[in-house]
């Protein structure tokens, strides 16, 4: 009975219903501006809700991470510059429908799906979160290696074109990761004596510059186009259309709810990996990958809101963050007097099944508020290009500045945006340049820590795998990828229809 009133504690309090919708509204809007991450905004209210009741800090604090992980859909888009990492996925076949004049139904889509994850990763949480966090503290460093190379040959999902293209893209991000002092040995990488590389670049502002600012010249190119009229008929998707994506939203919202649950991973991640299960398992999509494919949509937006219920099953049941907004939430469990952890499922389990509701109310106050305003969103799309590409620009530069508060950022910003235009001038695909800065932290610490651990000694790293079931099958599935990328794979599957036809 205790755990049904804790759960019901926000539905039948007005101030906490009141403070979800709060947060959850400023989330949305939050996560659409780039470079305003969600992490930022919540270590910012820790200062401003000190005083408070942990039950409306956290409250409030819930509705700006369910908010703002959705929120980066809206600019991803409609202006193809995502509001946070984890809708740069989105982006890729979201924009290709606002040209089309179709955002409204992008949008709609996006929210519906949003929500379906949502609440998928908040019933893991509820019923499964003891297995799901045990599973994830079975993660050796050498899985978390094998996880980051798995995400490295996503490469030939990214590139819509050239698989070698989508290689030097994906190996020139892991490069750009890589700049800046060794975490382990503080050492200087690719800096090359200056420091103001030191302290590496910053990945918003690569993020930024590549599909932002490239976005706005090429938009320069053709200014002397009309602007796509957008057609908002019908936003809300059919019941068809969701019945007929439901499996492949199940699909990549266990993925989300998985890598959500491991540390130090999050949506990014998880949406890339549900993009990349999508265009496997999709055989014949209405309209190609990367051209404006609903499946394009459904896959990550399943899985980086599947990853908020994933992310808070390490945090509540082992106090370990599953990522930098769980890890400021246990920070603020703390300052309220409560130790996350085994012991608070013992000992305060109404906190638990608190922040369950929590994360019910602000899922449905998500879906309430993205599907308001997409009429008046939608205008942005329409703009003359004269006010549009001022626009995008003003964008990039306070996203890229809010970061660090730094002029540096601004600058890099700038440098990757060219660079990013002349990729997109010459066929090169910017996602694997992402996806590359994205996963090379994960990949270069946990090898390290995996070969260290094992006397860096290959052999005994082999070995490991060998015998652990979980980094066999990660080794294999890494294998079986690797393969299928290959154009001897691509002949031999020519062959092999050309026969059965």
Not at 191 to 212: C, K, Q, W, Y
Not at 276 to 293: I, M, S, Y
């Amino acid at each position: 009975m205790e755990t049904v009133l804790a759960f019901l504690t926000v539905f039948t309090q007005p101030q906490l219903f009141l403070l979800v919708g709060v947060g959850t509204f400023a989330g949305v809007y939050v996560g659409a501006i780039p470079g305003l991450s969600v992490t930022m905004a919540v270590s910012i209210l820790i200062s401003f809700t000190f005083s408070w009741d942990v039950y409306p800090a956290i409250a409030l604090m819930i509705g700006i991470y369910m908010g703002g992980v959705y929120g980066g859909s809206r600019t991803a888009i409609l202006l193809n510059i995502p509001g946070a990492p984890s809708a740069i996925a989105t982006a890729m076949d979201g924009y290709p429908m606002a040209q089309k004049g179709e955002a409204g139904t992008a949008i709609g889509v996006t929210t519906v799906m949003s929500f379906i994850g949502g609440f998928i990763g908040i019933i893991v949480l509820a019923l499964a979160a003891p297995f799901v966090s045990d599973f994830a503290l079975s993660f050796q460093p050498r899985d978390y290696m094998l996880l980051a190379v798995l995400g490295i040959l996503l490469v030939g999902s990214l590139s819509t074109g050239s698989l070698v293209k989508g290689i030097f893209a994906g190996a020139f991000g892991l490069a750009i990761g890589a700049v800046g002092r060794d975490p382990l040995t503080f050492a200087e990488r690719f800096t090359f004596d200056f420091r103001l590389l030191e302290g590496g670049i910053s990945f918003i502002a690569v993020m930024i510059g590549m599909f932002g600012v490239s976005e706005a010249l090429m938009q320069l190119q053709h200014a002397d186009k009309t602007a796509v009229k957008q057609k908002i008929s019908r936003i809300v998707p059919s019941w068809g259309t969701v019945r007929r994506h439901l499996p492949l939203s199940l699909q990549t919202s266990s993925i989300g709810v998985i890598i959500g649950a491991l540390p130090g991973t999050g949506g990014d991640i998880a949406a890339l990996m549900a993009y990349d299960h999508a265009k496997r398992v999709t055989k014949n999509p209405e309209v190609p990958f990367g051209q404006g494919a609903i499946e394009g949509l459904v896959a990550p937006e399943t899985a980086n809101n599947a990853a908020v219920g994933g992310a808070f099953i390490p945090m509540m049941t082992l106090g370990i963050p599953g990522d930098a907004v769980t890890a400021i939430m246990i920070g603020a469990l703390f300052i309220h007097g409560l130790n996350p952890g085994p012991m608070l499922m013992v000992d305060q389990p109404h906190m638990f099944w608190f922040i369950v509701g929590a994360l019910c109310v602000a899922n449905c106050f998500m879906l309430l508020f993205g599907l308001t305003g997409i009429k008046l969103f939608t205008r942005i799309v329409e703009m003359p290009r004269a006010v549009l590409i001022p626009l995008i620009m003003l964008l990039s530069i306070v996203g890229a500045y809010a970061v660090n508060n730094a002029i540096t950022d601004v600058y890099w910003m700038l440098a990757f945006g060219v660079f990013g235009y002349f990729m997109r001038h010459y066929g090169y695909p910017l996602g694997p340049v992402i996806l590359g800065v994205i996963l090379s932290r994960l990949l270069d610490d946990n090898w390290r820590r995996a070969i260290i651990s094992d006397r860096e000694d290959l052999g005994r790293f082999f070995g490991g795998i060998l015998h652990s079931p979980l980094s066999l099958v990660l080794f294999v599935a890494v294998i079986l990828i690797f393969v299928s990328q290959t154009p001897v794979w691509a002949k031999a599957k020519a062959m092999l229809r050309k026969e059965s036809a």
